[in-house]
């Protein structure tokens, strides 16, 4: 099996955690060239990673012949044009979450890289979460039965600036999309009506961007089955990620990870540690396995477990979820997709 | 300060709580008297308890000058009735939820209550409960600062017979009841606003008796803050009761209570015991405080922590939760208390 | 089934338990006459809880042709008196641990009850905590399979005064008597050999008595099972009463409980409540199934769980560790049961 | 600062450990050359990690003038050796414990080593594990106050193989001398005398092979603190390593950590994750922790934190155990450095 070799278009945050995971963790793979419209930041990445290539310009890598796939780490605006770009030039691609704000643009997308026949898998790390993984087995292996109610509480440590928040198309498909696919994974079924209520409790300038910080969003599944998630862009003891599943059979939780393990008694109570703060921590073994996946996929020619579909879908309940806030009633997805809502 | 007299109105399950509760551990108080039109289990819950009367006609008790008090643990269609009687003949009042099924014999129940100056209690015993009792603590304190989202689990270890069903006045106002007047005990601000989706997932004799068997109510609150409940008629691993409250400066949150602490370390996993399945050993200490609380309140000439108006406003929003349910659309409570929904 | 007639021999802090646990929770037997040298606190106590019968002189318990079983709660020098008066009146015994401070005492007592075919119940109310008895049940139904190492950790939430030390009999004899009790319960066998190493580290003026006050202890049992006990007097955090089994076939451990379930996440770390920091918090339940036990035995005639022969080795386990202080090194308990350590 | 050369001496388990993590988690370092006796050791692990060089000759790295420093995975019985000419050729040395199983060899090699001016430090990897860290923090920080006692838990999922059992000098030289380094890691003082009691309950011949597998030592300490380390050669349920310590001011503890966090309730129990079953998955951030520090130290001269004072410690509180264990009575530490225990 030959290495593969794998560009990186978006030096940011989540570029350098995808390029620094690849080094580290993805013997098959290596980096061979990493791009970003802010070159400085390109250079700086490759250079810390002994990457040989640097570039502004996406098309050095869609364009370079003996790149296999590429992984698209850019501002949401741009992932469909990358994204099209690299599949017309026939490399496989890994695209962050979301793939556009609106459901035509990813349809687009997604026809294109259906007919170049390209591998397309969608960046929801936290399916690969083990805490996440393990519930995601339990359920279905049966321990839980038929699911009766998914509960999701997702938590920011801290918001984002207003600035970011007005061009992120909200908390919905910003933040709560992960929420959405951890919902449609646990379940293992599809969403098909979504009624939110949220509120600005964090920060009055979130309020004035037009969006909102705190959320509870009700889902009811095909199944049957009914969802809750629970959102704040701040939680001041830190990144709080938990699921429950409860069943006709039992129920599966899971709860944060700490940094260690400690109880301390003193006079005043009984003390331990806070969450993991930053999802990096939080989701250092989830990044490695995504990208382990995306490798073996593209490689042994395997199939995508998390593709276009889930990345239609997520945004379509995102768009719901949107919908259901601003007209205050219970929004179906199918009218979302349909475009009749 | 002499002891307190108390007739027992109801000999069943929780009037045997009551009675015993009373017996064991409010020394301050006697019961003198239990009535059922049952006669004999008003006879068999007396001699087990060394009360030295009995009877069938509830008048025994509001006629007897020597009590001072009730304990209304009738079915909850005669409820108002006993209540009236009690109050016209000057006996304080501890009632058991509801009062009543409809908004109207409520209020009538209370305006006489008033005119006769007796004290009047709800029995909302989870109030009680040292781990509810804790999170309302913490909350009057500003330990979770401004609250922002409540989250209450409620789920029963086994559904009761589809005959009961079809009395109870459905799942909201039987069993979330609690949850609602949970939920405006600890946020200690009112429901404004109501959103339900249920499912017959637990046994379809329920579903045929026009009741549903699990459900997620979502609430918004007069202050801004969000509430989430979560029911089920059927948790197969018994009694789940607990609460979570969110908001600017934490969270607290607790969970059910085992009979044991232990973990066992095997091959096969780590294993521990389930909570308390049935709700007298759940809430045992929480009955014990609710009595010596209502005893206090009548000798001393307290205040009730839980009064009246916290029995007719979770009536209320139990009605409008059903309102929900029916119309599938958020209902406001104001609405209902108003007959206007 | 007659009621039991109990007279209690002192009316102290422990008298007080035994007497208000059997009004409470034993509805089979009732205190028909309390005794105390200080007969202010023997009325105090009789009154409180309704006894007719109150005397400083112990006599009129044991001469009382009505009374079936006695209590007793005087101070540790006396139990052998009252204990063998008891017996020769033919009345059934519970005594308080120790029984006495040197074995040939004990071994009088328990000849002079045999002879009288009474009961004979020795205190060591932590076999019925249902913490320790879940351990107990599971290393009988060979769930830890083998036992190889069992650990015990018994710390006090505060030390006695200097002057109750004094006449104590040491820590050994007074405080980690119980933990040998709970070693032999929960390993099922006999302790062999100990080894015992102490210090003062709590208050100097325990040393200055003679004593330690804190202590860790090894024990090697005859089938061949490892023991740890550690001990102090003085745990900031508050009483800290824990047990772990560890075998062939996995290891059970239980912790401490504590007044709630509440975990609080603030921005400092999260944080929980400490354990009931109070004996008679921790073993109420346990006290109540003691007293129960022996009611039950002696109006069934059942055999006693914990009775002479238990109340003698825990003395001589006692006595080994403090020889074993002494001496610095192991001392079998059979040197000690043979006079010849 | 320039990238540090490293010669791998051991092509085996450990050292293949600290190999890959030089390569994925300490980019300030490279592994240039590998060496085993068996060279196909060698040149697998060498290979797999693009490592340039490898031999069956340990000389070629010690007379190889680029290489900075060496890692001695050898046997035991060659740490020494290599130790010793690693030191006189100018390397510095990170080795494996023990660095020999007498006291005479290790305080020749820390002779040379001083002569040599190089940096000299001992895999006691558990010292860089976050949970020990912190127990060690806290202590520093003075949350436990003045420590009393000190609880070591340490357990392996599985046996040795008799003939490994056979040279390795012993349970406590082998396996315990981690727990040893513990104590006084957490203590932060001098152990003075030890007692040992142990068992063979895992596995016959491992009783044959002139060991243990079970055991329970008992530390004192300068300063007066108690300590308990209790081993097992099998736990079935996996890797068991905790440390508690108690102290004036409080306690903490840690526990183990597991790989994921769910609770799983079913009809029968809640179920949880065992711990993590293997060394390397527990402690592989402490490994990486570990190879940081050394290559800082190196690369910064600066002091390292566990030297040779700690590998000649560790094995002298070994030998006393083992003396204890044959004469059945406590052991001073000074006897043994001194020879006339």
Redesign the interface.
């Known amino acids: 099996m030959k290495r593969l070799n794998i560009g990186v278009i978006g030096a940011g945050r989540i570029g350098t955690v995808h390029t620094e995971t690849i080094v ?2 993805v013997p098959e793979a290596q980096v061979v060239a990493i791009v970003d419209v802010n070159i400085a930041a390109a250079k700086e990445l490759a250079e810390r990673n002994m990457v040989k290539s640097y570039s502004a310009d996406y098309r050095t890598i869609t364009q370079n012949p003996d790149i296999d796939a590429v992984i698209i780490c850019s501002p949401t605006d741009v992932h469909a044009l990358h994204a099209t770009v690299a599949a017309k030039a026939g490399k496989h691609i890994f695209c962050e979450k979301p793939i556009a704000l609106d459901l035509d643009t990813i349809r687009r997308v997604l026809q294109t890289v259906e007919q170049s026949r390209v591998k397309f898998m969608v960046g929801f790390n936290r399916r690969f979460d ?2 996440f ?3 995601k087995d ?1 359920v279905v292996q049966g ?1 839980v ?2 699911p ?2 998914v ?1 999701i509480t997702s ?1 920011d440590p801290a918001p984002p600036p207003a600035e970011y928040v007005a061009v992120s198309g909200g908390m919905f498909l910003d933040m709560t999309i992960h929420d959405f696919d951890m919902a449609r994974f646990i379940v293992g079924d599809e969403v098909e009506e979504v ?1 939110a ?3 600005v ?2 920060d009055p300038a979130i309020g004035k961007a037009g969006d909102i910080d ?3 969003i ?1 889902l ?1 599944f095909r199944n ?5 998630i ?1 959102n ?1 862009r ?5 990144y ?1 990620q938990r699921v429950e599943v ?1 069943g ?10 700490a ?9 005043d ?7 993991l703060n930053f999802f990096m921590d939080r989701y250092i073994e989830a990044y490695a396995s995504e990208m382990r996946e995306f490798c073996r996929v593209v490689a042994c020619d395997e199939p995508v477990s998390v593709g276009g579909k889930d990345g239609l879908l997520s945004v379509a309940i995102g768009l719901a979820a949107k919908k259901s806030l601003e007209t ?3 929004v179906k997805v199918s009218d979302i997709l349909a475009g009749t809502a």
């Open positions: 580290r963790s083990p805490n993984r393990k519930v339990m321990k039965g038929e009766h109610i509960k938590r009624f209520i949220g509120a409790k964090v705190t959320a509870v009700t009811v049957g089955a009914l969802g809750i629970d704040s701040q939680a001041v003891y830190g709080d409860f006709s059979g039992g129920m599966v939780k899971v709860d944060n990870n940094p260690d393990t400690h109880d301390y008694y003193a006079r109570g009984v003390h331990s540690s806070l969450p205050h009633r219970p």
